[in-house]
C-alpha cells in the first residue's frame, strides 16, 4: 500500500489527470458569448464596443509571451499559483461592476479587466502543456490535443454547473468564472510538474489513452444530451443537480488510471522483476558449470604439460572462445522473445541515430535544424515559423469571431437564448481537438506525412461553416456551430504538436505562447474591425440614424448612437452578420493555402523525423513473420 501511494504520487498519468482538470477551467473566454449580452445591456455598450471587449479578452487569453518566459524561471505551481491570482482579481472586479448596474470605470479599464483576468488561462495552459509534453515525449498529439480539448469544453462544463446553481441573477456567471478556476488551481498547483520518469517503453501506455479518449468521447455525448434537454424542455433545479452530479462523474473517471498504473501495476511489475532475476540466474549458472569443467581441465592439461607451444595456445584460446560463443548463445535463447524484439529495434534505432547524426556533423551549417531546439530568435527567421503562424491567424481568428459573437447571432435570428449554441460550439470545440490530436498523431507517427495537412482539412470544414452563418437558412446556427468548433478546435492540438516537432522542446513553452498571438490578431481584425463594425451599421440602417434632422450634427449622432442605455446598435436579420460570414469564409480558404504550403515545405522533415521509426516497425513484422529475429541484429550476425 505504500509503495502504491508513493507510486501514485510520481504518477505521471495523475499528473496528465489533473491537467485535464486545471485545462477544464482554462477556457472560460470560450464563455464570453453567454455573458456578453450582460454585459451589453447592463453597461449600454454597442456591438463594436463589445467585439472592442471581445478583442481585450482573447489578447488576454492569448499572448502568454509572460507565461513562457516565467516557465523558464519559476517552478509550475508558481506558474499555476499566479494564474490563479490573475483570474481572481480580473473577473473578480468585472463581476463587481457588472452586478452593481453602474458604470463607474471608463471602457479601457474594463477592457483591461477583462484582459488581466482571461491572462490567468495562458499561465494554466503552459503549466499543464509543458508539464505534460515532457512527461509523454513520444505521445504529443494525443496530449496537447486532450489538455487543449478540455480547455475548450470550459463552456459547457461551466454552463451546466451555473444551471445547477440556479441563480436568477445572469451577472452571477462572471462571479462563477472568477472563483471556480482559482480553486481549482490552488488545489492542483503542486500535483502538475514534470515528473521525469517517463519509462522507455510502456506496454499499457496505449490502452490508457484509449481509455482516455473513449472517458472523453463520453463525456461530451452526455452533455450533448443533456444541453439539448435543457433547450428543448422545461428543467426543474433538482434535475440539474442530478446533471451537474452526472458530469462529476465523468471528470472523476480518469482518476482510475493512475491508481491502475500505481497499485495493480506494481505487483505485476514486482513478479517480472523476480521472473527475470530468477532466469537470468538459471542463465549464469548455466553458463558458469562449463565454463568451470573446462577450466579445471585446461588446468590439468597444463600441469602435466608446463611447456606449451604457441600453435597449442592459440588452438586453447580458439577453444576457449567457441565454448564462451555457445554458451552465450544459449544466454540469448533464455531471454523473452519480446524483449529480445525491443532490444533489436532499440539497437536498429541507435544505428540508424548514429548514421543520421553523422551525415549531418559532415554538412553542419550556422544554427539549428528543423526537428533540432530553436530558440526563438532562430524560429522568428524562418519560414515555416511564419506560416504556421499566419495560418493559425486566419483559422483560429476567424473562429474566434464566431465564438464572440454568437450571442448576437442567436438575438439577430430570433433565437431566446444563446446558451445552447455557446454550449454546443464549446462541445464541437472539444472534439475537434481530441480528434485533430488523435488524427495528426496517424498522419505524422504512422505514415511519417506532415502534421499540417490536418490543419488545412479543418480550415476547409470552417470555410463551410462560416458559409452556412452566412446565409442563415433554418438549422445552419446549429450546423455552422458544429463545423467551426471542430476546425477551430483541431487548430489548438495540431499547432503545438507542429510546433514541438519543427522547433523542439527546449523552448517550447516561449515558442507557443509566440503562436497563439495569431489567435488576438486574427480575432482584433476579423472580430473587432470587420464584424463590430458591419453590425453596427446595419443596426443604424434599421433604427434610421442615416435620416437624422440636418441640424443634428455628426457628432450628436456619434453620441446617441454610442451612448450608455442605448439600444441604437441592436440589430435583426441575416444581413447582420452575412458580409462578416463571406469575408470568414475566404480568409479560411486563404489559412488552407498557407497550410499546404507548409505540408510542402516539411514533407522532408517529417519523413526524416518519423520514417526512420516506421522502417523499424516494418522490421520488426518482417522479422516476426519470417521468426528470424537474431538474424535481423547485425551483431548477432557477425557473431555467428
Given at each position: 500500500m505504500a509503495n502504491g501511494l508513493r507510486r501514485l504520487g510520481t504518477s505521471r498519468w495523475l499528473v496528465l489527470v489533473a491537467s485535464m482538470w486545471l485545462q477544464a477551467c482554462a477556457g472560460v473566454g470560450y464563455m464570453y458569448g453567454s455573458y456578453s449580452p450582460v454585459i451589453k445591456s447592463r453597461l449600454g455598450y454597442n456591438q463594436k464596443?463589445?467585439?472592442?471587449?471581445?478583442?481585450?479578452?482573447?489578447?488576454?487569453?492569448?499572448?502568454?509571451?509572460?507565461?513562457?518566459?516565467?516557465?523558464?524561471m519559476m517552478p509550475s505551481w508558481g506558474l499555476i499559483s499566479l494564474g490563479g491570482l490573475l483570474n481572481l482579481f480580473g473577473y473578480g472586479w468585472l463581476w463587481l461592476i457588472v452586478s452593481s448596474a453602474v458604470y463607474p470605470l471608463p471602457f479601457w479599464m474594463i477592457c483591461g479587466l477583462i484582459c488581466v483576468g482571461t491572462n490567468g488561462e495562458t499561465f494554466f495552459n503552459t503549466a499543464a502543456l509543458v508539464s505534460c509534453v515532457r512527461n509523454f515525449p513520444r505521445n504529443r498529439g494525443p496530449i496537447v490535443g486532450i489538455l487543449k480539448g478540455f480547455t475548450g469544453l470550459c463552456g459547457a462544463i461551466f454552463t451546466l454547473i451555473f444551471a445547477a446553481l440556479y441563480v436568477p441573477d445572469q451577472s452571477a456567471s462572471v462571479l462563477l468564472i472568477a472563483v471556480g478556476p482559482a480553486v481549482v488551481a490552488f488545489s492542483l498547483m503542486y500535483v502538475i510538474r514534470p515528473i521525469g520518469n517517463s519509462p522507455e517503453h510502456d506496454p499499457l501506455e496505449?490502452?490508457?489513452?484509449?481509455?482516455?479518449?473513449?472517458?472523453?468521447?463520453?463525456?461530451?455525448?452526455?452533455?450533448?444530451?443533456?444541453?439539448?434537454?435543457?433547450?428543448?424542455?422545461?428543467?426543474?433545479?433538482?434535475?440539474?443537480?442530478?446533471?451537474?452530479?452526472?458530469?462529476?462523474?465523468?471528470?472523476?473517471?480518469?482518476?482510475?488510471?493512475?491508481?491502475?498504473?500505481?497499485?495493480?501495476?506494481?505487483?505485476?511489475?514486482?513478479?517480472?522483476?523476480?521472473?527475470?532475476?530468477?532466469?537470468?540466474?538459471?542463465?549464469?549458472?548455466?553458463?558458469?558449470?562449463p565454463l568451470l569443467s573446462r577450466q579445471h581441465t585446461l588446468t590439468g592439461m597444463h600441469s602435466s604439460q608446463p611447456q606449451t607451444s604457441d600453435a597449442e595456445k592459440q588452438t586453447k584460446v580458439h577453444d576457449e572462445g567457441l565454448l564462451f560463443s555457445e554458451m552465450e548463445d544459449e544466454k540469448l535463447k533464455e531471454i523473452p522473445e519480446p524483449v529480445r524484439q525491443r532490444n533489436l529495434a532499440r539497437i536498429h534505432s541507435q544505428l540508424l541515430k548514429a548514421v543520421a547524426e553523422g551525415a549531418v556533423k559532415l554538412k553542419r551549417r550556422k544554427g539549428p535544424r528543423r526537428g533540432e531546439d530553436f530558440t526563438l530568435r532562430e524560429a522568428l527567421l524562418k519560414a515555416d515559423f511564419w506560416l504556421l503562424f499566419f495560418a493559425l491567424c486566419c483559422g483560429a481568428?476567424?473562429?474566434?469571431?464566431?465564438?464572440?459573437?454568437?450571442?448576437?447571432?442567436?438575438?439577430?435570428?430570433?433565437?431566446?437564448?444563446?446558451?445552447?449554441?455557446?454550449?454546443?460550439?464549446?462541445?464541437?470545440?472539444?472534439?475537434?481537438?481530441?480528434?485533430?490530436?488523435?488524427?495528426?498523431?496517424?498522419i505524422a507517427r504512422d505514415h511519417a506525412f506532415p502534421r499540417p495537412s490536418m490543419m488545412a482539412v479543418a480550415q476547409l470544414i470552417m470555410a463551410v461553416g462560416h458559409f452556412l452563418f452566412a446565409m442563415a437558412w433554418p438549422g445552419s446556427l446549429y450546423l455552422g456551430s458544429l463545423l467551426v468548433g471542430l476546425g477551430y478546435g483541431a487548430h489548438w492540438s495540431i499547432v503545438p504538436a507542429t510546433a514541438s516537432e519543427l522547433f523542439g522542446l527546449k523552448n517550447f513553452g516561449i515558442l507557443y505562447n509566440f503562436l497563439t498571438i495569431a489567435n488576438p490578431l486574427g480575432s482584433f481584425v476579423f472580430s473587432g474591425l470587420i464584424a463590430g463594425s458591419i453590425y453596427d451599421r446595419e443596426a443604424e440602417k434599421q433604427q434610421g440614424f442615416h435620416n437624422f434632422p440636418a441640424e443634428v450634427s455628426e457628432i450628436e449622432t456619434n453620441l446617441l448612437i454610442n451612448s450608455p442605455g442605448s439600444h441604437s446598435s441592436h440589430c435583426e436579420g441575416a444581413a447582420c452578420f452575412r458580409l462578416t460570414y463571406l469575408i470568414m469564409t475566404v480568409i479560411c480558404l486563404v489559412g488552407t493555402i498557407l497550410s499546404l504550403a507548409l505540408v510542402f515545405r516539411t514533407k522532408v522533415v517529417y519523413a526524416s523525423l518519423y520514417g526512420k521509426k516506421q522502417h523499424e516497425k516494418n522490421i520488426v513484422v518482417n522479422d516476426r513473420k519470417s521468426g528470424l529475429h537474431a538474424a535481423s541484429d547485425p551483431f548477432l550476425v557477425n557473431k555467428k
Open positions: 464596443q463589445m467585439n472592442t471587449l471581445g478583442v481585450a479578452k482573447d489578447i488576454g487569453d492569448s499572448v502568454g509571451l509572460l507565461a513562457g518566459t516565467f516557465s523558464d496505449s490502452h490508457y489513452f484509449n481509455w482516455i479518449y473513449a472517458i472523453c468521447l463520453a463525456l461530451a455525448a452526455y452533455l450533448m444530451i443533456v444541453l439539448l434537454v435543457q433547450d428543448f424542455s422545461e428543467v426543474n433545479n433538482f434535475l440539474s443537480i442530478i446533471f451537474a452530479f452526472g458530469l462529476f462523474v465523468f471528470l472523476v473517471l480518469p482518476l482510475a488510471i493512475p491508481i491502475h498504473s500505481a497499485f495493480a501495476r506494481a505487483e505485476q511489475t514486482l513478479s517480472f522483476e523476480e521472473a527475470g532475476s530468477s532466469k537470468l540466474a538459471d542463465a549464469s549458472e548455466k553458463l558458469k558449470a481568428g476567424s473562429g474566434l469571431t464566431v465564438i464572440d459573437n454568437l450571442g448576437q447571432m442567436g438575438e439577430a435570428q430570433g433565437y431566446s437564448s444563446a446558451h445552447i449554441f455557446v454550449s454546443m460550439i464549446s462541445i464541437w470545440n472539444f472534439l475537434g481537438r481530441l480528434g485533430g490530436g488523435y488524427i495528426s498523431e496517424i
